[in-house]
Structure formats: C-alpha cells, structure tokens
Antibody, heavy 122, light 106 residues
C-alpha cells in the first residue's frame, strides 16, 4: 500500500526555521515526482513545490510565495522527502501535505499524506 | 500565474440532485485540469484528472468536461457522502494553482 506520512510540524516564531519530513512506503521514491501543497486555516489549497524524480535529476520548482525560503530535498535511501523552511512568516501557518502526483506530474495529485500543522506565531 | 475561478463558491443541494460546478481559467490550460474532493479535517482526494478521466475507485456519478478555459464537474445524483468542498487545479504551468473551492452543503 502506498503511504505518505508527514512529521515535523509545530509552533515556530516568525523568522524561524523548521524542517518537515515525509516518510514514504509502498513505492520507490526515486521513480516519482513529489509535491508539497499547503492549506491555511479555513482557506483553500496552495501548491508550492515539486521535486522531480531521479530520471529528471531531482530538479525542483517553487511558487513565488516560498522561493528562496523553502527547499525541497529527498533521501531516497531513507524513503524520505524533506521540506526545509526558513525565514518563516505568519502567513506560512498552514497544514502541509506531502503528495505523490500521478506519473508524469501533470495529471493530478494522486496520493496525499495526512498533513502536518505548522504554526508561525510569536 | 494562471487564475482559476470556481462558481458557485457555495452550493446548497439535496440528495438525488444533479449539480454542476464550473472552473474558469484565466488562460488556456489544454487538458491539464483536475478535480478534488475534501472533507473537513481530511486531505483532498483526487476525483478526476485530464479534464474527464475518472480516478480509480471514484463513483461514476462524478464526471468532468470542458476545454480551453472553461471546465465543469458534474455529480449526477448527489449522495450523502458527496457533501464536501470541491477544488479544481490546473497543471498546465507552474505554479499549479487551485480554484478557491466550492462548498457543497445540504
């Protein structure tokens, strides 16, 4: 069974840093693109980042809202995807979802984790 | 960025009703359009991708159509389990934007 389990969320002060992890199982991480989507409290969904697969050199894409502050990485040997967040702002408060999109990356977000909550507040 | 506008934002309906949600894109997105269902406190679930292809396991009462900049999600006969929030998403160009959501209520 394909599973994604996020961890690492919590309370952090504005300007601080946090690293989220996404442990994957049931598939070979290096074969797949992986995405991050977040949802602020009571708000809609925001896609903000992608890590392509090994065949595409693990290249990344970021939305402007996080570019330069967030970094997606992975350790295929540990079956884990990471999101390093720095210079956090109050508007980064959200539930963060790790996602495996359908193969090819352009046909939808197929498998979602349960989400981990990040709260940026003083 | 490509903007997606869903209408309506709120929809009140009853079990057995046929409902349609529209998603309009600010520019052409070819067939790179997906629909999701989200229930409170849960992660979204992929319903339809490539405009009209039903994701495995999704009931056939859900269907999608459209092209270019206007797309629709139709539920042919609402079931109690369908009351949720629905989002469209374009995957034509980065960043992959979502519509603002349509909350389907009884």
């Amino acid at each position: 069974e394909v599973q994604l389990v996020e961890s690492g969320g919590g309370l952090v002060q504005p300007g601080g840093s946090l690293r989220l992890s996404c442990a994957v199982s049931g598939f070979t991480l290096s074969d797949h693109y992986m995405d991050w989507v977040r949802q602020a409290p009571g708000k809609g969904l925001e896609w903000f980042g992608r890590s392509r697969n090994k065949a595409n050199d693990y290249t990344t894409e970021y939305a402007a809202s996080v570019k330069g502050r967030f970094t997606i990485s992975r350790d295929d040997s540990k079956n884990s995807l990471y999101l390093q967040m720095s210079s956090l702002k109050t508007e980064d408060t959200a539930v963060y979802y790790c996602i495996r999109p359908k193969t090819g990356g352009t046909r939808g977000m197929e498998v979602w984790g349960q989400g981990t909550t990040v709260t940026v507040s003083s | 960025d490509i903007q997606l506008t869903q209408s309506p934002s709120f929809l009140s309906a009853s079990v057995g009703d046929r409902v349609t949600i529209t998603c309009r894109a600010s520019q052409g997105i070819s067939s790179y359009l997906a629909w999701y269902q989200q229930k409170p406190g849960k992660a979204p679930k992929l319903l339809i991708y490539a405009v009209s292809t039903l994701q495995s396991g999704v009931p056939s009462r859900f269907s999608g159509s459209g092209s270019g900049t206007e797309f629709t999600l139709t539920i042919s006969s609402l079931q109690p389990d369908d009351f949720a929030t629905y989002y469209c998403q374009q995957l034509n160009a980065y960043p992959y934007t979502f519509g603002q959501g349509t909350k389907l209520e009884i």
